[in-house]
């Protein structure tokens, strides 16, 4: 026999509270019709479900140990809403993002702890690209978001861009390098040192290329290429070598105390680092909670790279 899960949960209210009136409070409900209900459950079972007559309300064997399925009901009903409040909020869900990796091992993996830390029930999906790679995946929905440093008029139709940080490299190098040793450096003198390439494929590559082609040498080493962020950093703090790298990840690693930024001017990228989705696709709550927070970690990470850049990095 099949029973309505609404009537036993009514059946438990009543059970548990002691009374209709106390019931209908409990349930939100009008006392008129929880007793419909539980008439209407008596008719279905065929047997009464408390005791003719008593007052206040006494329930039978049956009533009893059908208002206990009547609490498994109750409690799947409000973990149910819970489970929606926490989604609609954005508490729960996934968000799958992907970016180039020097950001993302570099600067975004730190701020995704710090989320997490705060909002443990949402899953990161986080996979490595650029934007010839994210695009696509961003269009056909199988990623929410890419963080990328892209040009204004290089975005393509359908896709909105909102600018988190602006572009700014420096020239990278271990914390006790020799050059880190003298007082103002002239761009002609790194290009004694060997150097550590990004993937070809990135952007960070020929932003490295410009700054060689800008130092006006053509004998120059490339030591290394093509490592992770990881690999770039460990070859970098153990030699002489240097490399280009943006000045936010080098700030994020400040604590490290073993890679610096030379204090030497050179070109700024013609490309801003933002958050990139596809306008078709509708945005989940998690991830515009996520996309929230990053917004917010960025403004304050600018706001800090500006004041110490300003102060040691750019200088004249």
């Known amino acids: ?8 949960e009514i059946l438990f209210a009543i059970v548990e509270s002691g009374g209709m009136g106390e019931a209908a409070d409990m349930l939100g409900k009008s006392q008129p019709s929880l007793s419909r209900s539980v008439s209407l459950l008596e008719e279905r079972v065929g047997l009464p479900l408390f005791e003719p007559g008593r007052r206040p309300l006494r329930p039978t064997e049956l009533g009893l140990a059908l208002a206990a399925e009547g609490r498994k009901v109750f409690q799947a009903m409000r973990d ?7 989604f609609q909020r954005g508490k729960t869900g996934a968000v799958r993002v992907g970016g180039t990796p020097v950001f993302l091992d570099g600067v975004i993996s730190p701020m995704i702890a710090d989320f997490q830390a ?3 029930s949402v899953r990161i999906d986080q996979s490595y690209g650029y934007a010839a790679e994210l695009l696509p995946r961003l269009e056909e929905g199988s990623l929410d978001l ?3 440093p892209m040009r204004d008029a290089s975005l393509p139709d359908g896709f909105a861009f909102q600018q988190i940080l602006t572009g700014r490299n420096v020239i990278a190098c271990r914390s006790g390098h020799p050059l880190m040793r003298r007082g103002a450096v002239k761009l002609p003198e790194v290009s004694k040192y060997p150097w550590i390439a990004p993937p070809a494929n990135s952007p960070l590559y020929h932003d490295l290329r410009a700054v060689i082609e800008g130092i006006g040498t053509k004998d120059f080493k490339i ?8 690999a770039v950093v460990s070859i970098l703090t153990g030699s002489d070598a240097l490399t280009v790298l ?5 700030f994020m690693m400040r604590h490290l105390k073993t890679v610096s930024a030379l204090p030497i001017r050179i070109g700024d990228p013609d490309r801003h680092l933002g958050i990139l989705h596809h306008i078709a696709q509708s945005p989940r709550p998690s991830v515009e909670r996520f996309t929230g927070f990053l917004t917010q970690e960025f403004a304050s990470l600018s706001t800090r ?3 110490v850049g300003q102060a040691s990095v750019w200088l004249p």
């Open 305 to 307: 790279i500006t004041r």
């Open 146 to 148: 890419a963080v990328l």
């Open 1 to 8: 026999m099949k029973l309505d899960p609404r009537h036993l």
């Open 80 to 86: 149910s809403g819970t489970v929606l409040e926490q």
């Open 223 to 230: 030591g290394f290429s093509g490592g992770s962020l990881t």
């Open 118 to 120: 705060n909002n443990p």
């Open 246 to 250: 943006p000045f936010s990840v080098v």
